[in-house]
C-alpha cells in the first residue's frame, strides 16, 4: 500500500481542513495517509520511498504559516539529498495579495533544489474564487492519484 506524508500549514483553519479531506479521500482510494499534526512535523525528513503532499496557505506578504514554517526552515537549513522523492503541493491564497500563494511556491522551489519531483503540477486555489477550497483539491487529487497509483 503506498503511503502518502501529508504536511499542513494553516493561519485559519482551511488548509488544515483540505489536508483532512485530502486524507480521507486518499484512505478511500487505497493509500496510507499520514497527516502530520504540526508539533510532529518539525524534523520530518520525508522518506524517499513514500509521497510527500503539502497544503499551505500563505500569510503576511507570501510568507508561510507558523505552523509549517519550522519545517520548512529546518529543511531548508539541513538540505537533505531527495531525487527519488515524489510530491504534490496544494497552495492556498488570495489573488488580490501580489505575493500570491508565495508560501506553496517558496516549498516547491526548495524540493526542487532537493532533487525531488513533482508528479503533477502544483495548484494554488484562490480565495477570491472559491469558498470552498477542498472541493478544487479534490479535483485535482484524481490528477495525482492517476500519476501514482
Ligand atoms: C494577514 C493575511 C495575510 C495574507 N497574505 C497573503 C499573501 O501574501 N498571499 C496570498 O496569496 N494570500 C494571502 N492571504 C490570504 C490567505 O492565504 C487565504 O485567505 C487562505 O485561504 C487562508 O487559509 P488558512 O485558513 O488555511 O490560513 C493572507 C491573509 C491574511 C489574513
Redesign the pocket.
Known sequence: MKKVNIL???????????AETLAAELQEQGYQANLLAPDENVDFVPPENELLLVV????????L?DNILPWFESIRSTAPYLPNLKYGLI?????????????IKQVDALLEELGAKAVVERI????IETME?EIEAQEWLKGFINATG
Open positions: 499542513f500549514g494553516t493561519v485559519y483553519g482551511s488548509a488544515q481542513y483540505v499551505t496557505s500563505t500569510t503576511g506578504q507570501g510568507d504559516p497552495g492556498l491564497g488570495d489573488s488580490s495579495y501580489e505575493t500570491y500563494c508565495g508560501a494554488e486555489i484562490d480565495a477550497p
